[in-house]
């Protein structure tokens, strides 16, 4: 099985190149805020409690998400592998994801990082706005924000899998074929 972690920050193109990678490798792509959504419209145990975090404001527990993840783990025993989008964001949240796959005999095979500068990252989320409708796409001090919270609290994840051998930093620009062959070159020796 193949478990990737996807990672980079807003507007690094992890969403466009999850779509390669599902491709050529018939992954399943787990996105913790499409499971939220899903398991909350569901009204399943995990997404009512879940619900009840988010209605006042509060981040979901990772011991909710983590379950989430572990049902469709449980769904899928006989997928490819998943690639994890949007988890872990945080040390502690990736030990409880090793974890979980520990107990499954399936460990996280490598972090593809996407690396981009951030008048790039900018750009694209502003460009990315005219299309997506989001507010908060096309407001240059809000996502000189989203980059910095990125870079202050989520890139230190890096470290953990550098620990494992399991980092790989792609150069996120180019063409999207470019960068998408970069991705899978990587993805093939794992």
Do not use: W
Request: net charge negative; with cysteine.
């Amino acid at each position: 099985m193949l478990n990737l972690v996807l990672f980079g920050p807003p507007g690094a193109g992890k969403g466009t190149q999850a779509d390669f990678l599902i491709e050529k490798f018939k992954l399943i792509h787990l996105s913790t805020g499409d499971l939220l959504r899903t398991q909350i419209a569901a009204e399943s145990e995990l997404g009512i409690e879940a619900k009840s975090y988010m209605d006042r404001g509060f981040l979901v527990p990772d011991s909710i998400v983590i379950g989430m993840i572990k049902s469709i783990l449980q769904e899928n025993e006989n997928a490819n592998g998943y690639i994890f989008d949007g988890f872990p964001r945080t040390v502690e949240q990736a030990k409880a994801l090793d974890i979980l796959l520990d107990e499954m005999d399936t460990p996280v095979n490598g972090m593809i990082c996407l690396c981009v500068e951030k008048d790039e990252l900018i750009n694209r989320i502003i460009h990315r706005g005219k299309t997506s409708g989001r507010p908060d796409d096309q407001d240059v001090s809000i996502i000189g924000n989203r980059i910095h919270v990125y870079n202050e609290k989520t890139k230190p994840l890096t470290e953990y899998y550098k620990a494992q051998n399991k980092y790989f930093k792609i150069k996120g620009v180019g063409s999207v074929e470019e960068i998408a062959q970069r991705v899978i070159d990587t993805v093939a020796t794992l």
